[in-house]
């Protein structure tokens, strides 16, 4: 579903990308777009289940300026996914697999790495670089 | 309907707006794109009543280097609105309410408060707040 | 001077590129940044003489939302310009060549351009290209 | 001071924008641009205090992949602020009055709306309005 | 077909576009966008004719960080294309006409301009000047 | 130095990035942007060592339609750079080690993974894991 804002200022818009996760989006996410009247406005886009559409179409009503979405049903292709936990020098990590026809490939939990990085004041790719060193 | 380009320059593009605006799309918008060979693209996004497919596509084949577009069908919610005046410090605004589901917000309309800024010498800002102090 | 706006809607935005120009600055437009708290945020850059700064900006403060504007003085180098015009299958067409170190190239003046294309109804794509077989 | 980053991925180094404002950045954004390569990078920007230049350019340093930043030194015209609160049918909300040269602009502040909306389940425009009527 | 890509970084995604198009994708592209967590993402889009999708989806999988796209089938029209060549003053250059419900418009092929181009050490407008005053 | 180019295709600004670096360009890239006249412009943005202003500004003057370029010289922190082989399940890499103020961290080169990658038909992810692997 995709709405273009052109009346409601970035503050108060981007509380609208948590607030669609928490509510049930599968994802959310803006598009700097550039609409008549020089306006470099923002076109709100969210993956929903079909069943989501009239809940979250009415939340976006509420809480944005919108008065219009526009919607389609997509298809999508989705990896197979497993997890697994990995000791590193940071600490044990969440570990994502995911499988495709044959294809299989790894990569660290975004949240475990986060909260590594902080506790050990290190950066980000430090505690990426220590997980696929213990793969 | 959509359709990149990639061999127009910016000071061509820019009159497509007004003009497929005019000849009555819904709505028209560029979005950046970044396309093969460092290009830094647009893509033309164009939403119009079915009926309209065919003649907006002629005019964007005529008007611009594009010679392919991609379309499909979307479907829309929008919420129903209701017009009226109200009488501000810098004259007379229109003012719009939307209403779905029970949901209802109010806003001014945007050529009202252009005008007025402009004969008032204030900003828009100023327009919109003395029209929210008016409702 | 640049100014990043996260507090005011595309639509109020919009109309501060004429309003800039008109009153005396050499360009303005926006680009789209990324501000904390997941805005899509809006940068207004604005270039002008060293003379126009203080008045441009309250120009700025008064009609927008920013509070605060950075600046600095540039440099530039500019090609030398001159005139002329040009019988075109279209009408009369005002073309400008730049020079600089021996480099000299010659474009179609835009507005003369959109004025024919509209007059002919034809793309300003075919009105550039009568230009240069015309020249 | 500036850095053009093409070798970190987005999830990595979203949470810069925190940390920089954390450890006292004035203000810091992304800009989305296009490198080399055919590569969708970022180019991140942050405002500071001239004392900070050293310490918050080895938090970069340490933080991200870049290698290299860029800097100047930058003036900047700031409207002088007070605030005041003031009683809305959504509780009591802080107040910013900006002004300069004779300008006078009152707003709301984010994070008092931003609860508000939370607290009483209704849009942040909703709020915003609300203080405009209690101007 | 289009997947969000946060957790991969630019210098990797770069060699996509080529890859994807050598390996029979219509057009490839880049659209910056902004996701949750204040990250600075991508949508990889992939336009393709429909036999292409369950290979490409693969290629997709393989050789990004991507485990999810999602996909519909599009229609498109398409100008009707026809070539020939035209001498000027910077060698032969091959030219396209493209024609639709009686539209008829022709431009230069960018290989070829590139090409002469390089080995005239002018700019490509030079090269499509030229070619225009040939036509 | 930096120039707003809102005459010229996509199709001719792509291949100005490989050409200014290979005239000696210490970086070159567009940042998208929105010019007056709803036009989709694009800024280009060079970054030099002072020495060739001149040479580069004629170079951007004759090969693209822009007749004016903005400069100003900035200060940059680098951090010291050495470089070692590892050696990998896919084959030999260079590893870049950058060190600043007792920060230290490690990278592999794009140029040597993408090799790797093309030759072993694997992802660049998987190439880089594996560097990671082998420190
Ligand atoms: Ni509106
Ligand atoms: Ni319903
Ligand atoms: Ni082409
Ligand atoms: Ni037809
Ligand atoms: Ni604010
Ligand atoms: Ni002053
Ligand atoms: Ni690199
Ligand atoms: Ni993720
Ligand atoms: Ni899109
Ligand atoms: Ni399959
Ligand atoms: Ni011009
Ligand atoms: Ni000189």
Same mark, same amino acid.
């Given at each position: 579903?995709?709405?273009?804002?052109?009346?409601?200022?970035?503050?108060?818009?981007?509380?609208?990308?948590?607030?669609?996760?928490?509510?049930?989006?599968?994802?959310?996410?803006?598009?700097?777009?550039?609409?008549?009247?020089?306006?470099?406005?923002?076109?709100?886009?969210?993956?929903?289940?079909?069943?989501?559409?009239?809940?979250?179409?009415?939340?976006?009503?509420?809480?944005?300026?919108?008065?219009?979405?526009?919607?389609?049903?997509?298809?999508?292709?989705?990896?197979?996914?497993?997890?697994?936990?990995?000791?590193?020098?940071?600490? #044990?990590?969440? #570990?994502?697999?995911?499988?495709?026809?044959?294809?299989?490939?790894?990569?660290?939990?975004?949240?475990?790495?986060?909260?590594?990085?902080?506790?050990?004041? #290190?950066?980000?790719?430090?505690?990426?670089?220590? #997980?696929?060193?213990?793969?």
């Amino acid at each position: 579903m995709a709405a273009n804002i052109d009346d409601q200022s970035p503050e108060t818009l981007g509380p609208m990308i948590d607030l669609l996760m928490e509510k049930g989006a599968l994802d959310a996410y803006f598009t700097p777009i550039q609409m008549k009247k020089n306006r470099p406005a923002i076109e709100l886009t969210v993956l929903m289940a079909p069943q989501d559409l009239d809940r979250l179409t009415a939340l976006i009503f509420k809480m944005t300026t919108t008065i219009g979405v526009w919607f389609q049903f997509l298809d999508r292709f989705v990896m197979a996914r497993s997890f697994r936990r990995v000791m590193t020098k940071y600490g #044990v990590i969440k #570990v994502k697999t995911a499988k495709f026809h044959g294809i299989e490939k790894t990569s660290p939990e975004f949240e475990d790495c986060l909260k590594a990085a902080r506790k050990y004041q #290190v950066s980000l790719q430090d505690v990426y670089q220590a #997980v696929y060193q213990s793969l």
